[in-house]
């Protein structure tokens, strides 16, 4: 069920974020397993993608900046004026070390640490540089967005199988379904680990790709089609749970 969820929570971000599937799935393909290596969740790394979409930080430029972030947190490219800056904003090394340690805290509550101690943005350069300060700024001044969008990821729980509950009555409502019943099917489909994460990710964004051209070309035959397996499904509901 792995797959499903993840693609359930990348689903859910491109929804709230309105930001295409694909750009979500290539931000998540290039900084999801640095992040995963500190113990950032998925929902975490869905929700800050959500939140950087939503401020038009998106594909491989969000990925990118996150992991450099990631990476700073981690030491492994340590600049001279990180623990400068970490005195300034926690008032000794030893509080600002802990606040910032990867294993501690995951990059959102850092992020909550460091606004809620008045970081910066001048700071936050001189300690992370430009290719991490990228999406760490614009997420450290949008706060409650990320928050936000955190409660909705938390709910995103079935996502991809939440259309079958629509009612569908209009053309759109049916290819809509169905496209979402696509997503679901594919990503069963691939629950393989034979493959990378993100070959995976890149084989299932591929896949619906091609169906929703065929979709879009095809809606009125989709239309029928979803209609008609919607009404099938309401009966076999019907038959396994009768009032």
């Not at 004026?81 to 509550?109: C, N, R």
């Not at 910066?120 to 990228?134: D, K, N, V």
Request: glycine share 8%; with cysteine; net charge negative.
């Amino acid at each position: 069920e792995q797959s499903l969820y993840i693609a359930d929570l990348l689903a859910k971000a491109a929804a709230i974020s309105q930001v295409n599937v694909r750009d979500i799935a290539e931000s998540f393909s290039v900084a999801g397993g640095q992040l995963a290596l500190f113990g950032n969740s998925v929902k975490d790394v869905a929700t800050l993608l959500a939140t950087l979409g939503k401020l038009q930080i998106k594909g491989s430029t969000a990925g990118t900046g996150l992991k450099w972030f990631q990476r700073e947190l981690a030491g492994a490219t340590r600049r001279k004026g990180f623990k400068e800056g970490l005195k300034e904003i926690f008032g000794t090394l030893e509080a600002g070390m802990a606040a910032v340690d990867p294993q501690l805290h995951s990059l959102i509550e850092t992020i909550d640490l460091l606004v809620e101690k008045g970081a910066t943005p001048t700071q936050l350069i001189h300690m992370f540089g430009a290719e991490a300060t990228a999406v760490l700024l614009p997420l450290a001044q949008n706060v409650d967005l990320l928050h936000e969008f955190g409660v909705a990821i938390d709910e995103a729980g079935g996502f991809t199988q939440q259309a079958t509950a629509k009612i569908m009555n209009t053309l759109w409502g049916a290819v809509e379904t169905l496209g979402d019943s696509i997503l679901a099917l594919k990503n069963r489909i691939v629950e393989t680990f034979e493959q990378t994460l993100s070959n995976v990710i890149h084989r299932v964004i591929s896949f619906i790709d091609t169906m929703i051209v065929w979709i879009e070309e095809n809606r009125e035959l989709v239309a029928k089609i979803s209609l008609f397996v919607g009404g099938l499904e309401l009966q076999m509901k019907e038959l396994r749970c009768p009032e």
